[in-house]
């Protein structure tokens, strides 16, 4: 098993580019997560998913969407990109929302110049 | 809302050092979770704790989920190189959908060989 990847893992954007950041699993985990890190602030929940066709808002959703079209895909987009969004990406998985032990992506670090 | 409150923020190690850093919250939780990540790469799960009370080992790692349920405690004895890294509590977002983790900002490790 690969676990979790994530794609690419370095990227620079100017302000106003949009950009897809890829994460797929292939552990059949239901439940997967989008967290950004910054410097002291620990990771913070962007958006989530408990499963195909459910996404929900995490605790910074602005700027951000996110769709699940099959269980092991679960890709964030920016739409335009600014600034303050410059920040490393990670993505995670479990087996169900039940299930509190996440498993991490390697992580996408991006720049928005 | 909830928050995890790590200390130290940081600490810097002579290599055979006994490390000690905690979490505290000031509300309740049933679950606590260290995560540990080393430097360009995503957290990875230490130790998971279900029971107030619980001590539970892994290696040379030992965490302790506190009997008021508010705060838990890591403890790395005979500190290595390789223990350098981010080191980050994490429970359930009760305020949040199930499923969902909040963190900690994480105690930075260095150990000097």
Wanted: hydrophobic share 30%.
């Amino acid at each position: 098993n690969a676990g979790v990847t994530q794609t690419p893992k370095f990227q620079v954007l100017k302000t106003g580019q949009s950009m897809t950041l890829q994460c797929a699993q292939d552990m059949n985990h239901e439940y997967m997560s989008w967290y950004r890190q910054d410097p002291g602030m620990g990771l913070r929940l962007i958006h989530y998913s408990v499963g195909a066709g459910i996404t929900d808002q995490g605790e910074v959703p602005n700027g951000y969407n996110v769709s699940r079209s099959t269980t092991e895909d679960f890709p964030l987009r920016l739409l335009s990109a600014a600034p303050s969004q410059t920040s490393v990406y990670f993505c995670a998985s479990s087996y169900d929302q039940t299930e509190e032990t996440q498993y991490f992506g390697p992580g996408t670090r991006l720049l928005v110049l | 809302g909830q928050q995890l409150n790590q200390s130290p923020q940081s600490m810097f190690i002579q290599e055979g050092e006994d490390v000690s850093m905690n979490c505290t919250s000031s509300s309740i939780f049933n679950t606590w979770l260290w995560y540990k990540q080393d430097p360009g790469e995503g957290p990875v799960l230490l130790i998971a704790l279900y029971k107030a009370g619980e001590l539970t080992s892994n290696g040379r790692l030992t965490a302790q989920f506190g009997i008021t349920r508010k705060d838990s405690f890591l403890n790395i004895s005979a500190s290595i190189p390789s223990d350098v890294g981010i080191y980050f509590c994490a429970g359930p977002n009760y305020g949040g959908s199930q499923g969902n983790l909040i963190f900690g900002k994480g105690t930075k490790l260095s150990v000097k060989p």
